[in-house]
């Protein structure tokens, strides 16, 4: 079962459903079983993010920066990875791969528009805030 490491963390870690290591080549891509499926409630999202150590320490990160799962998805999750860093990366059996954050995205409704309200920054994209 997915579980959070603490009380205060805020992702549920995913762990590598191998049956053997798996080795990941520098700038190679791999997706990994979680041997876990899940019932989101409806209107929810499940956010895949990366762990940080992985990505920090060893170059391997999600392939597509965040994974999404929509509530209507009860499939096996799979964790896409990629290794950016120029070294192998050998990923155990039941390795702690990503984490799971169950969000409520806010209902919008697209409206389209020929002009938008001006703000104080604009259209000015990035650094144009000066940080």
Do not use: W
Not at 30 to 40: C, F, I, M, N, R
């Amino acid at each position: 079962m997915p579980s959070r490491a603490t009380a205060g963390s805020a992702g549920f870690d995913l762990q590598a459903a191998l049956d053997a290591p798996l080795t990941l080549a520098p700038g190679k891509l791999a997706s990994v079983p979680t041997g876990v499926a899940v019932k989101l409630p409806q209107g929810s999202v499940g956010l895949l993010f990366g762990r940080s150590g992985l990505g920090v320490k060893h170059g391997v990160t999600l392939s597509n920066s965040v994974g999404v799962i929509d509530s209507d998805y009860t499939g096996e999750i799979f964790v896409g990875l990629c290794n950016v860093s120029d070294e192998p990366y050998t990923i155990m059996p039941l390795d702690r791969i990503a984490q799971l954050v169950v969000a409520s995205p806010l209902p919008v409704t697209l409206v389209a528009s020929e002009t938008l309200e001006e703000t104080e920054r604009g259209s000015g994209g990035f650094g144009s805030t000066g940080r």
